[in-house]
């Protein structure tokens, strides 16, 4: 089935192909300047340090609905070996394989691609089995580190957590920064709470993944509109799930890495971060979430902190 003229009429609006140049692979991570990070360290006022990675471990949020996209196995390769002979010094080391997308992380700009294009419209072949993503891997996007932006969407309607068919819409956005008081601006890293993961931490890794509040294949002109650096959220699928427009899957994931070249990520634990925001009365902090660096990779784990 060919994408709808919907999807193409946003995807014209949202383009930034050739924006920093033809050669450009880190898209709308271009709009964190100097500037902006020295700004960003000036919301530091309390020192207090929220993570917001799930722990990595082999019962996480994948079910294997996704085919090969496995949790860790975490696997001792030594335990206490004295390399050097026999009373020297002990070492144990580990070994772990798992799906890049497992648990908490960034996509890159090439984890999707649509109508046979990545972003910045080079060829979706130049993905291939043994080099991975020759463009746009995530080894090129560089430090990710800016100021944060909660938009609470869920304690802004008074709810612990939105219901499962609820599709984000720019209003519940404008809604949210209103409730937090702040006005998203150029180079923000904005983080869209839903409350989805309290379904994961409660036990039921099913139930988190399907069926879900997401983002609406509307809000990616929001996001450009103000010249969003990235933005993740606390569900599997980062979009709403099943999709809000019939057989039109995975819409926002080609909008926002595609068509905008907008870093997004997936399974952030929000929770401690929406109360210490609360209890603080502010919702803008500084936000550090390096990707690791593998090469050639579509994705990555990522262990972000917010220090407000």
């Given at each position: 089935?060919s994408?709808p003229?919907e999807?193409h009429?946003?995807a014209k609006?949202?383009?930034n192909?050739g924006r ?7 898209g709308?991570?271009n ?16 020192g ?21 996209r496995?949790?860790?196995l975490h ?6 070996q004295?390399l050097?002979?026999?009373g020297t010094v002990a070492?144990s ?5 798992f799906?890049?997308?497992?648990a908490?992380h960034?996509?890159a700009?090439?984890?999707v691609?649509h109508?046979g294009?990545?972003y910045?419209g ?5 993905i291939?089995?043994h ?7 995530i080894?090129?996007t560089?430090?990710?580190l ?9 304690r802004a309607?008074?709810?612990d957590r939105l219901p ?7 209003q519940d956005?404008?809604e ?5 008081g702040v006005t998203?601006?150029a ?6 709470r ?7 931490l409660?036990?039921d890794r099913?139930?988190?993944?399907y ?11 929001w ?15 980062f979009?709403?799930?099943p999709?809000?427009?019939e057989?039109?899957?995975l819409?926002v994931h ?6 905008m070249g907008m870093?997004?990520?997936q399974n952030w634990?929000?929770?401690a971060?929406?109360t210490?925001?609360a209890e603080?009365?502010r919702?803008t902090?500084l ?13 990555t ?7 407000l």
């Open positions: 089935m994408l003229p999807f009429s946003i609006c949202v383009n192909w920093w140049g033809s050669d450009d692979e880190r709308t991570l709009h964190i300047t100097d500037a902006t990070v020295r700004e960003a360290v000036a919301e530091v006022r309390s207090l340090r929220v993570p917001l990675a799930l722990p990595l471990r082999q019962d996480g949020v994948q079910t294997g609905v996704i085919p090969g496995i949790n860790p696997t001792m390769v030594q335990i206490n004295e050097f002979g026999p070492c080391d580990d070994a772990v394989t799906g890049l997308q497992a908490t960034w996509d700009l090439t984890h691609s109508s294009r990545l910045n080079r060829p979706a072949d130049t291939t089995a080099g991975g993503a020759g463009f746009s891997g080894d090129t560089g430090p990710v800016s100021r944060g932006v909660l938009l609470d969407v869920a309607k008074g709810l499962g068919g609820h599709a984000v819409t720019p956005l404008d949210a920064e209103e409730f937090a998203v601006r180079g923000d890293i904005v983080l869209v839903t409350g989805q993961i309290q379904v994961y409660s036990g099913h139930a988190y993944g069926p879900s509040p997401g983002l609406s294949v509307r809000t990616p002109q996001f450009h509109a103000r010249d969003v650096a990235a933005v993740a959220n606390d569900t599997l699928t979009e709403i799930f999709p809000e427009i057989d039109l899957w819409p080609a909008l926002d890495l595609v068509e870093l997004q990520g634990n929000l929770e971060l929406s210490a925001c603080a009365s919702h902090f936000l550090s979430a390096m990707p690791e660096p593998f090469v050639g990779a579509t994705g784990p990522v262990a972000p902190v917010a220090v």
